[in-house]
C-alpha cells in the first residue's frame, strides 16, 4: 500500500496561475473593485465563447437560475421539471419561486434526466424544465428541446458542471432559451464564486441585468464613473447578485485556457478509462457520440456485486491512502425538505438512487500529473484486490 505519510491528493486544485494574480492585481491599482469595466469584458468574450447573444455576469449559478425563473415569471402554483440526481441549487431555485419542483428519474445507466419521464411529468401548471448537465457532459438536449418546443415550455440549463462542452457541434450556452453556469471553487472556470447566464433573447437578458442589481434601470453600475449619473429609478423588486472586477479579472483570466485547461482534464479521464479497464469491480463513465464533455467530474460506480465494501467504506480506503474523493449527489428527493415539505419518499426514482448508492467522483484537474493519476488508480486496484466478493 502507499505509504500514508505522502502528500494529501487532494479532490480538487484550481489552476491558478500568475495571470490570474496579474488581474487581480491591475484591478485593485484600478481603484474600482466592484461591477464596472472588467465585468462587461468578461461578459462579452464569455458570450462569444460560447456562441450566445448575450451573457449576464452573476455572483452564483443559484443566483442565475433564480433570475431565469424570475425572468420567465414562473409563479405560485407553477411547475418546473427538475432531475432528482442534482445538487441543491436546481431545485431550491423553484422553490423561491413557490412553484413546485416536478422531480424526474435518470435515463437507466445514466446520470441524466429522461426525457421520457420529463414527457410524462409535464402537466397544466409546468412553465419550464431544468436538464443539468451532469459532470459536464450534455444532456439529450433534441428530445428535451423538442418535448419543450411542443409544449410551449421554457429550457433553463443548469450548465455549473459543462463550460466547455458541446452538443451535436453547439456550444452548451447556445441551445436552450436560458443558461446558467457556476464559477464556484472547484468548477472548470473559477473565480471563488461566481455564475454567468446566457440567452439570445435580449428581453430576457435585459430583465434579468435589470433584476439582478435591485431592479434598477439599465446601466446604474455607472453612475459613479465620469459618464454615469446619480439619478436611477427601482422599476421592479430585484436581488443583490452582480459579479465584481476582482472576480471577472481572474474569470477573464480563466476563460483564455477554459479549452486548454478542458483538454487537461479530458487527458486525465482517458488516463484513468484507460488504466482501471480491466477492473470489473468499478463501472467507469461512458462517452456518447455527438456530446463533447467538459470533463468537470469523473465519476465512477462501484459495483455492488464485485466489491465485498460499500462505496462510503472506499471513500475511507482510498483516504486512508492520503486520496481525496467525493459524491455527487445525494437525489433531491432523498432530503427532508423534498419529504417533508413536498411529499417525496424514498423509493420513487430508483435508478438515481442506484447511482447515487454507488457513484465515486474521482480528482480530475488540469495539472494533474501522471504519477497523481497513477497513485489513483494504484489505490483502486489494491482496494479491489483486497475487497473482491
Ligand atoms: C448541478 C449544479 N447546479 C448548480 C450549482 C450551484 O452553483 P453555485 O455554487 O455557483 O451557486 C452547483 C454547484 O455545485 C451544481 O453542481
Same mark, same amino acid.
Given at each position: 500500500?502507499?505509504?500514508?505519510?505522502?502528500?494529501?491528493?487532494?479532490? %480538487? &486544485?484550481?489552476?491558478?496561475?500568475?495571470?490570474?494574480?496579474?488581474?487581480?492585481?491591475?484591478?485593485?491599482?484600478?481603484?474600482?473593485?466592484?461591477?464596472?469595466?472588467?465585468?462587461?469584458?468578461?461578459?462579452?468574450?464569455?458570450?462569444?465563447?460560447?456562441?450566445?447573444?448575450?451573457?449576464?455576469?452573476?455572483?452564483?449559478?443559484?443566483?442565475?437560475?433564480?433570475?431565469?425563473?424570475?425572468?420567465? +415569471?414562473?409563479?405560485?402554483?407553477?411547475?418546473?421539471?427538475?432531475?432528482?440526481?442534482?445538487?441543491?441549487?436546481?431545485?431550491?431555485?423553484?422553490?423561491?419561486?413557490?412553484?413546485?419542483?416536478?422531480?424526474?428519474?435518470?435515463?437507466?445507466?445514466?446520470? %441524466?434526466?429522461?426525457?421520457?419521464?420529463?414527457?410524462?411529468?409535464?402537466?397544466?401548471?409546468?412553465?419550464?424544465?431544468?436538464?443539468?448537465?451532469?459532470?459536464?457532459?450534455?444532456?439529450?438536449?433534441?428530445?428535451?428541446?423538442?418535448?419543450?418546443?411542443?409544449?410551449?415550455?421554457?429550457?433553463?440549463?443548469?450548465?455549473? !458542471?459543462?463550460?466547455?462542452?458541446?452538443?451535436?457541434?453547439?456550444?452548451?450556452?447556445?441551445?436552450?432559451?436560458?443558461?446558467?453556469?457556476?464559477?464556484?471553487?472547484?468548477?472548470?472556470?473559477?473565480?471563488?464564486?461566481?455564475?454567468?447566464?446566457?440567452?439570445?433573447?435580449?428581453?430576457?437578458?435585459? %430583465?434579468?441585468?435589470?433584476?439582478?442589481?435591485?431592479?434598477?434601470?439599465?446601466?446604474?453600475?455607472? &453612475?459613479?464613473?465620469? +459618464?454615469?449619473?446619480?439619478?436611477?429609478?427601482?422599476?421592479?423588486?430585484?436581488? +443583490?447578485?452582480?459579479?465584481?472586477?476582482?472576480?471577472?479579472?481572474?474569470?477573464?483570466?480563466?476563460? +483564455?485556457?477554459?479549452?486548454?485547461?478542458?483538454?487537461?482534464?479530458?487527458?486525465?479521464?482517458?488516463?484513468?478509462?484507460?488504466?482501471?479497464?480491466?477492473?470489473?469491480?468499478?463501472?467507469?463513465?461512458?462517452?456518447?457520440?455527438?456530446?463533447?464533455?467538459?470533463?468537470?467530474?469523473?465519476?465512477?460506480?462501484?459495483?455492488?456485486?464485485?466489491?465485498?465494501?460499500?462505496? $462510503?467504506?472506499?471513500?475511507?480506503?482510498? &483516504?486512508?491512502?492520503?486520496?481525496?474523493?467525493?459524491?455527487?449527489?445525494?437525489?433531491? !428527493?432523498? !432530503?427532508?425538505?423534498?419529504?417533508? &415539505?413536498?411529499?417525496?419518499?424514498?423509493?420513487?426514482?430508483?435508478?438515481?438512487?442506484?447511482?447515487? $448508492?454507488?457513484?465515486?467522483?474521482?480528482?480530475?484537474?488540469? $495539472?494533474?500529473?501522471?504519477?497523481?493519476?497513477?497513485?489513483?488508480?494504484?489505490?483502486?486496484?489494491?482496494?479491489?484486490?483486497?475487497?473482491?466478493?
Amino acid at each position: 500500500m502507499p505509504s500514508t505519510a505522502e502528500v494529501f491528493l487532494p479532490f %480538487h &486544485r484550481a489552476l491558478i496561475e500568475e495571470e490570474e494574480k496579474r488581474a487581480v492585481l491591475e484591478v485593485l491599482d484600478s481603484g474600482w473593485l466592484t461591477t464596472g469595466p472588467r465585468v462587461r469584458q468578461f461578459e462579452s468574450e464569455f458570450a462569444r465563447f460560447v456562441e450566445a447573444a448575450h451573457a449576464i455576469a452573476v455572483n452564483s449559478c443559484t443566483a442565475a437560475l433564480h433570475l431565469a425563473l424570475a425572468a420567465l +415569471k414562473v409563479g405560485q402554483g407553477d411547475e418546473v421539471i427538475v432531475p432528482t440526481m442534482t445538487f441543491a441549487a436546481t431545485g431550491e431555485v423553484v422553490l423561491y419561486m413557490d412553484a413546485r419542483p416536478v422531480l424526474v428519474d435518470c435515463v437507466p445507466g445514466s446520470f %441524466h434526466l429522461d426525457p421520457q419521464q420529463v414527457e410524462a411529468a409535464i402537466t397544466q401548471r409546468t412553465k419550464a424544465i431544468i436538464p443539468v448537465h451532469y459532470a459536464g457532459l450534455p444532456c439529450d438536449m433534441d428530445s428535451i428541446l423538442n418535448i419543450a418546443r411542443a409544449r410551449n415550455l421554457k429550457v433553463v440549463e443548469d450548465a455549473a !458542471h459543462s463550460l466547455p462542452a458541446d452538443y451535436q457541434g453547439k456550444k452548451i450556452g447556445s441551445l436552450g432559451d436560458i443558461t446558467c453556469f457556476s464559477f464556484y471553487a472547484t468548477k472548470t472556470l473559477t473565480t471563488g464564486e461566481g455564475g454567468m447566464i446566457t440567452t439570445h433573447d435580449p428581453a430576457l437578458a435585459d %430583465h434579468m441585468r435589470i433584476l439582478g442589481l435591485h431592479g434598477i434601470s439599465r446601466d446604474a453600475w455607472k &453612475r459613479y464613473t465620469a +459618464k454615469g449619473t446619480w439619478k436611477y429609478e427601482i422599476l421592479e423588486a430585484g436581488y +443583490k447578485y452582480n459579479l465584481t472586477d476582482l472576480q471577472a479579472a481572474i474569470g477573464l483570466a480563466q476563460l +483564455k485556457k477554459c479549452d486548454s485547461m478542458r483538454n487537461a482534464r479530458a487527458r486525465v479521464a482517458h488516463t484513468y478509462s484507460q488504466l482501471l479497464a480491466d477492473q470489473d469491480v468499478f463501472e467507469l463513465p461512458a462517452l456518447s457520440p455527438g456530446k463533447g464533455h467538459a470533463w468537470h467530474l469523473y465519476v465512477i460506480q462501484v459495483n455492488p456485486r464485485s466489491l465485498r465494501i460499500h462505496r $462510503d467504506q472506499v471513500i475511507e480506503e482510498l &483516504r486512508e491512502r492520503g486520496i481525496g474523493s467525493s459524491v455527487h449527489f445525494i437525489p433531491l !428527493h432523498l !432530503h427532508p425538505l423534498y419529504q417533508n &415539505r413536498l411529499g417525496y419518499r424514498p423509493g420513487q426514482f430508483p435508478e438515481a438512487e442506484a447511482r447515487f $448508492d454507488a457513484a465515486l467522483s474521482l480528482p480530475i484537474y488540469p $495539472d494533474m500529473t501522471d504519477a497523481e493519476i497513477e497513485r489513483v488508480v494504484e489505490a483502486l486496484r489494491d482496494i479491489g484486490r483486497r475487497f473482491r466478493s
